[in-house]
C-alpha cells in the first residue's frame, strides 16, 4: 500500500499520520497489533515532557486504544530484537529509526542511553512507570469531568456556580467537554 506523506506537524507526525490512516484503510473489521515497545513509551514521554504538553501526552500510548492494541507496550526493545533473532526471523528496520535529524531519535540514540548510565538504570522503566500513573489519573479525571458536564449543563451553556466550585483539574477537563 503506497501512502501520501504530507507536512503537517513536521515530518514525524505526518509520517505517522499517514501510517495511520493507511493501517486504518487496510484492517478491514480486524484489530490491529503495534509493536511499540517499553522504550517507545518512555521516548514518548521524554517528548511530552520536553515539549511541556501536559499530562495527556506525558500519560504516552494506551496498551488498549481500540481497534489500536500494543501487546509489546511492557517490554524492552532489545528483547524483541533477541526474540526475532532466536525465531529466525528478520524484522525490518525502518531507516528514519536511525537517522538523528529526527528527535526521537536522538532520544533513543543519546539521551536515554545518558541518563540510564547517570541515573544508574532503570530509566525507561519508571518513565513507563509514569506514564501508566498518570494515564490511570486522566483517565479518572475525564469520567469525573463527564459526569461533572452532565450536572453543570444547562440550556445556554454551563451554571457557571457550580462550575467554580469544581476542583481546577476537573472544570478545564468540563469547560473543553
Known sequence: L?????????????????????LEAARG??????????????ETVLLGLGRGSGARSIAGMRPHDP??????????RAVTHAACEELNLTPWHDPHNTDR?????????????????VLGGGVAEALARTAAALREDSETLDELAARELAEVSVA??????????????????VIRG
Request: proline share 8%.
Open 2 to 22: 503506497c501512502v501520501d506523506v504530507g507536512t503537517e506537524g513536521g515530518p514525524e507526525a505526518a509520517a505517522r499520520t499517514a501510517r495511520y490512516r493507511a
Open 29 to 42: 473489521e480486524a484489530p490491529v497489533l503495534l509493536a511499540h515497545t517499553l522504550d517507545d513509551q518512555a
Open 67 to 76: 481497534p489500536w492494541y500494543r501487546p509489546l507496550l511492557g517490554v524492552r
Open 101 to 117: 535529524r529526527f528527535t526521537r531519535t536522538r532520544l533513543r540514540t543519546e539521551v536515554l542511553p545518558l541518563l540510564e548510565d
Open 156 to 173: 445556554d451553556g454551563l451554571d457557571t456556580a457550580r462550575l467554580v466550585k469544581l476542583p481546577d483539574a476537573v472544570r478545564r477537563r
